[in-house]
C-alpha cells in the first residue's frame, strides 16, 4: 500500500493477556519506529529497528513489551500479560532513511484496551 | 531531559482568523524542530521543520521559526480554514548522539474551525 499499515485497529483484551500489533512500513523504508500514545498525551518513543536491526529499545516500559522485524520489513510489537497501564494508542512510523532525520510516516495506530 | 511544551487546547478559531498555537523546548544542544498535524481518522503528518536557529519553516500556509534565544518554535497561520481542524504537535529531536532519531513529542493542541 501507499502508506503505513497497521492491524488491528482496535483490540480489548482482558488483563493478563498477551496482544500482538502489526505494522507494514511503507515499501523500502529503512527505519520503522514504535510509539506509545495515551490518552491526552503526545506519542513516546518505545524502540527503533533500522533494517532488521533493534538498534534501541530503551523506550520499552517493562520486560513484558517485545518487538520484532524479522526480514526488515514488517514488524510486530508484542505485549505480554497486558495490564490496564498499557491501554494507549500504538503508533508505528517508517522513513526512508537512516532515522535521523525525523520526517516520518505514521501508521493510523491501533488503539489498545485493557480490560 | 529533552521535553515540549505546547499551549494547552482546545483552540476553537472562526474561518479566516489568525491562529498562533505557542510551543517551547528544553534541551541539550542544538536540535531540529518539527511541528506534525493529525487530521480526524488519519495518522500523523509532517508538517514543517527547521533544523538550525532562524530557520522558517513554512507549508501550506503555515509558518513556525526557530527561535534559540527564546527556545520557541510557534505555530502561525495568518487565515485558517474548516479544513485546518486537527490535533497540531510540536516536537523536537536532538542532533546528534545516543538517541538522535527518537523524537520528542508535546501533548498536543486541538484546533477546530468553524464556518
Known amino acids: 500500500g501507499a502508506g503505513v499499515s497497521q492491524s488491528p485497529r482496535y483490540k480489548v483484551a482482558k488483563r493478563g493477556q498477551d496482544v500482538a500489533l502489526r505494522c507494514d512500513p511503507i515499501?523500502?523504508?529503512?527505519?520503522l519506529f514504535w510509539y506509545q500514545q495515551a490518552l491526552g498525551q503526545g506519542p513516546e518513543f518505545l524502540t527503533y529497528f533500522q533494517n532488521e536491526a533493534q538498534l534501541d529499545k530503551s523506550g520499552l516500559p517493562s520486560d513484558r513489551f517485545f518487538a520484532e522485524r524479522p526480514e526488515g520489513s514488517v514488524s510486530t510489537l508484542k505485549i505480554q500479560r497486558t495490564q490496564q497501564e498499557d491501554s494507549a494508542v500504538y503508533l508505528c512510523?517508517?522513513?526512508?532513511?537512516?532515522?535521523?532525520?525525523?520526517?516520518?510516516?505514521f501508521g493510523e495506530g491501533s488503539r489498545l484496551t485493557v480490560l | 531531559g529533552n521535553s515540549v511544551t505546547q499551549m494547552e487546547g482546545p483552540v476553537t478559531l472562526s474561518e479566516e482568523a489568525f491562529l498562533t498555537i505557542n510551543c517551547t523546548y528544553t534541551a541539550t544542544g542544538y536540535p531540529s524542530l518539527f511541528w506534525y498535524v493529525q487530521y480526524p481518522g488519519e495518522g500523523l503528518q509532517l508538517l514543517l521543520k527547521a533544523t538550525k536557529a532562524d530557520d522558517k519553516g513554512s507549508n501550506k500556509g503555515f509558518e513556525a521559526t526557530y527561535r534559540k534565544e527564546t527556545t520557541s518554535f510557534h505555530l502561525e497561520k495568518g487565515s485558517v480554514q474548516v479544513s485546518d481542524s486537527a490535533v497540531y504537535f510540536c516536537a523536537l529531536k536532538d542532533a546528534s548522539g545516543a538517541g538522535s532519531y527518537q523524537l520528542t513529542f508535546g501533548k498536543g493542541t486541538k484546533l477546530s474551525v468553524i464556518p
Open positions: 515499501s523500502g523504508h529503512v527505519s
Open positions: 512510523a517508517s522513513s526512508s532513511s537512516s532515522g535521523d532525520t525525523g520526517e516520518l510516516f
